[in-house]
Nanobody, 120 residues
Framework: AQLEESGGGLVQAGGSLRLSCSAARRVFTINGMGWYRQAPGKQRELVASISFGEGIQNYADPVKGRFTISRDSAKNTLYLQMDNLVPEDTAVYYC??????????????WGQGTQVTVSS
């Protein structure tokens, strides 16, 4: 994995966690960053994304108003502040950096994943 995540763990419902992600090795030009999650028996889903330059954010409906994505472009570091967590947020969370020209060219970098468990 070229990215390293940290900050996962076990938290009670209603609690908060902050995930961080940074490049372990040099990455090429990117224009997007995001957090995905995969719960047992489910497909990986995009939770939140942010454009590298302008900082435009997008969120999946289940996390809107509870999660906040941010980045430090100078440090190639990505964050996910998760508040008011619910058991349905339990999953392995992966960070990803990518470059896409909205055509045929796209490449991605991934982290190894960090477990987030929310108890009821």
């Amino acid at each position: 994995a070229q990215l390293e995540e940290s900050g996962g763990g076990l938290v009670q419902a209603g609690g908060s966690l902050r995930l961080s992600c940074s490049a372990a090795r040099r990455v090429f030009t990117i224009n997007g960053m995001g957090w995905y999650r995969q719960a047992p028996g489910k497909q990986r889903e995009l939770v939140a994304s942010i454009s590298f330059g302008e900082g435009i954010q997008n969120y999946a409906d289940p996390v809107k108003g509870r999660f906040t994505i941010s980045r430090d472009s100078a440090k190639n570091t990505l964050y996910l502040q998760m508040d008011n967590l619910v058991p349905e947020d339990t999953a392995v969370y992966y960070c990803s950096f990518w470059y896409s020209d909205n055509g045929a060219l796209r490449y991605d970098y991934w982290g190894q994943g960090t477990q987030v468990t929310v108890s009821s």
